[in-house]
């Protein structure tokens, strides 16, 4: 699976962007998909996760009434709508899909995409 994300940007904060991964080589209806985000200096972290067929999704607590992950299994793109942003939202983010394990951690993902800068200024 090839995972290409995109809709990074520079915003202030309290604005909106939507992220959005998608897929070729292979059907996204079969993985779990979901989102990390690295910050300068920091460790990569969870963002989001969202079951194969879309029916739970599952988010840090950082960004929890704020982002909402989605997927559309027929465009093979799974997106991140992102909300009322704030400055430590800014990061490199990526997505990437699993065919099983904790949403939670990283190195149970199986392929990632090449990460969308996200800025968000005061």
């Known amino acids: 699976v090839q995972l290409q994300a995109s809709g990074g940007g520079l915003v202030q904060a309290g604005d909106s962007l939507r992220l959005s991964c998608a897929a070729s080589?292979?059907?996204?209806?079969?993985?779990?998909m979901g989102w990390f985000r690295q910050a300068p200096g920091k460790e990569r972290e969870f963002v989001a996760a969202i079951s194969w067929s879309g029916g739970s999704t599952y988010y840090a607590d950082s960004v929890k009434g704020r982002f909402t992950i989605s997927r559309d299994n027929a465009k093979n793109t799974v997106y991140l709508q992102m909300n009322s942003l704030k400055p430590e939202d800014t990061a490199v983010y990526y997505c990437a899909a699993q065919s099983g394990g904790s949403y939670y951690l990283d190195l149970l993902y199986d392929y990632w995409g090449q990460g969308t800068l996200v800025t968000v200024s005061s």
């Open positions: 080589g292979r059907t996204l209806s079969n993985y779990a």
